[in-house]
């Protein structure tokens, strides 16, 4: 089993910046590909990025490549989301989240494990 809690979500004017945690208790860190999802009022969930146990290898939706930055320190359990030129439309609840290897990339959400219990980021104009 493996734990999840992302925390760092808050209100930022657009052009703003954030930077989403995660941390993880339980099993091993490491041998999971880490990612995130968002959820807007109204919408469906939606992948944000992912990436694998090395971090070398990184998946952005398109409409936050070049913006959004995933990382991770193994050491510490913990992955990140660094948000930087937010946009209104990126408003939503961010929900980070765990799978095996295969799901490396996979958009849909039935290819994760876990998740964590969400984070707010609103996106003022």
């Known amino acids: 089993q493996v734990q999840l809690v992302d925390s760092g979500g808050g209100l930022v004017q657009a052009g703003g910046s954030l930077r989403l945690s995660c941390s993880a208790s339980?099993?091993?860190?490491?041998?999971?590909?880490m990612g995130w999802f968002r959820q807007a009022p109204g919408k469906e969930r939606e992948f944000v990025s992912t990436?694998?146990?090395?971090?070398?290898?990184?998946y952005y939706a398109d409409s936050v490549k070049g913006r959004f930055t995933i990382s991770r320190d193994n050491a510490k359990n913990t992955v990140y989301l660094q948000m930087n030129n937010l946009k209104p439309d990126d408003t939503a609840v961010y929900y980070c989240?765990?799978?095996?290897?295969?799901?490396?990339?996979?958009?849909?959400?039935?290819?994760?494990?876990?998740w964590g219990q969400g984070t707010q980021v609103t996106v003022s104009s």
């Open positions: 990436i694998s146990w090395s971090g070398g290898s990184t």
């Open positions: 989240t765990a799978g095996p290897p295969q799901a490396m990339g996979a958009m849909e959400e039935s290819e994760y494990e876990y």
């Open positions: 339980g099993r091993t860190l490491s041998i999971y590909v």
